[in-house]
């Protein structure tokens, strides 16, 4: 890839930001989905999910994890 287009992707794929560090990220995960709901979390091979949905698949997928032990 030539190096102009990794810096381009560079700057595209920016997202790092500060957070409190006293607060674990799913915790900060979940209340971001209480207050956008609706926003959409996350894209990949053109299905996106909304926080809604991503928080339910979640919760799903620990429910399964804690009844396997």
Do not use: H
Request: hydrophobic share 35%; aromatic share 8%; with cysteine.
């Amino acid at each position: 890839m030539p190096d102009a287009d990794r810096r381009q992707l560079a700057i595209w794929n920016g997202t790092e930001r500060d957070y409190p560090r006293t607060r674990r990220i799913e915790e900060l995960f979940f209340e971001t989905a209480r207050r956008v709901p609706d926003r959409t979390a996350v894209t990949c091979k053109g299905t996106s999910l909304t926080y809604k949905e991503l928080a339910g698949r979640a919760c799903e997928i620990a429910a399964e994890l804690r009844a396997r032990g």
